[in-house]
């Protein structure tokens, strides 16, 4: 059995929120998250927990260096509170170039360290809310939490353990993962192959650094889909996720993955045609075998199976990023949660 995690559409306004949050947790899923891309997901998650009683809420990929420390605990704090206990925690630390083109936030080093340093800021101001008295500051090389006056402290409540998850797809993000979160949040653009070769291995060193056990530890895999009602729909899919992966993989920070298996010659190209803006070259240098390493290929009526020969004794959580038709049919999604828990 697997727990299931549905991702909302990245273009929901937030108005919709509600509505699609109460289907997906009545059609029986356990987790609905909120990614963190053209709208904000703290705002996204507080609706759904507002549409909700009984599914974990997570944010997915809250990009963490563009809000404090602080600013990321207040809003994760009031989620919790609100939701009596169902709000999870998903960060990820984005690339260069969004952080400082997109979100005007500085990247003065290396994202591995000041990640770590972002949990641990976040733990001591958790323990500082719950325990006003007796505050825990943290100071480090990039984040310092010295100071909470009384009138500016939420205080405690009844559910103050917050799941913390960090979205990764290098050994470093994966080894801080397993030593200080409660879960890793996997990248699509990791293959099959390099989760279970590459950041397993890694998971399970941060675990043992902690004196952690595996069965204290969440790994959620969300894997690329190519999903159509027949075989035609299917091919439209596969030439549809090519465009998709192509995009993933001309991004360096990626690249790691790709020299895993051997294609380091294909991220160059890739990264070079993007640079030169020609993005409708690139969905051609991503081959079926390579497809066959990051997704999932399906028809609807046998998705169910196929997930699950591709995830078992893999992945814990399967985070389901459906394409919208898939997502509207209320049939297909409800047959599929049920036999995935099955």
Not at 128 to 136: A, E, G, L, R, V
Request: glycine share 8%; charged share 20%; with cysteine.
């Amino acid at each position: 059995m697997f727990r299931i995690w549905l991702t909302l559409d990245m273009n929901l306004p937030l108005g919709a929120i509600g509505e699609h949050a109460r289907r997906a947790e009545a059609l029986g899923c356990d987790v609905v998250t909120l990614p963190d891309v053209a709208f904000d997901a703290l705002l996204g998650a507080q609706a759904a927990i507002q549409a909700t009683g009984r599914v974990a809420v997570a944010t997915s990929g809250l990009v963490c260096f563009a809000r404090s420390p602080m600013v990321t605990a207040q809003c994760a704090w009031d989620l919790q509170r609100y939701s009596q206990g169902r709000f999870v925690l998903g960060i990820g630390t984005q690339i260069k170039g969004h952080n400082e083109r997109r979100y005007s936030t500085p990247w003065p080093s290396a994202p591995g360290p000041r990640m770590r340093e972002y949990v641990q800021c976040l733990r001591a101001i958790f323990r500082s809310f719950q325990d006003p008295k007796n505050p825990q500051y943290f100071e480090g090389k990039h984040y310092r939490f010295t100071m909470i006056p009384p009138f500016f402290n939420p205080g405690p409540i009844a559910h103050p353990d917050i799941p913390i998850q960090v979205a990764a797809v290098n050994p470093y993000m994966a080894r801080l993962a397993g030593e200080l979160c409660e879960g890793l949040r996997l990248h699509p653009v990791g293959t099959f192959d390099y989760t279970r070769s590459v950041l397993l291995p890694a998971i399970d060193a941060g675990l043992m650094k902690a004196g952690r056990e595996r069965t204290d530890f969440e790994l959620t895999g969300a894997p690329f889909l190519a999903l159509g009602r027949d075989e035609e729909a299917v091919q439209k899919a596969k030439d549809a996720l090519r465009q998709q992966i192509s995009f993933y993989a001309s991004t360096r920070s990626y690249h790691a993955v790709l020299a895993f298996h051997g294609w380091e010659e294909v991220g160059l190209e890739l990264h070079r045609l993007s640079l030169a803006g020609k993005w409708a070259e690139m969905p051609a240098l991503i081959r079926d075998d390579m497809l066959e390493q990051w997704a999932v290929i399906a028809r609807f009526d046998e998705f169910a199976d196929r997930l699950r020969e591709r995830v078992a004794g893999l992945f814990d959580t399967v985070l389901i990023d459906l394409p919208p038709a898939a997502q509207a049919d209320t049939d297909f999604v409800r047959e599929t949660v049920q036999r995935l828990h099955a």
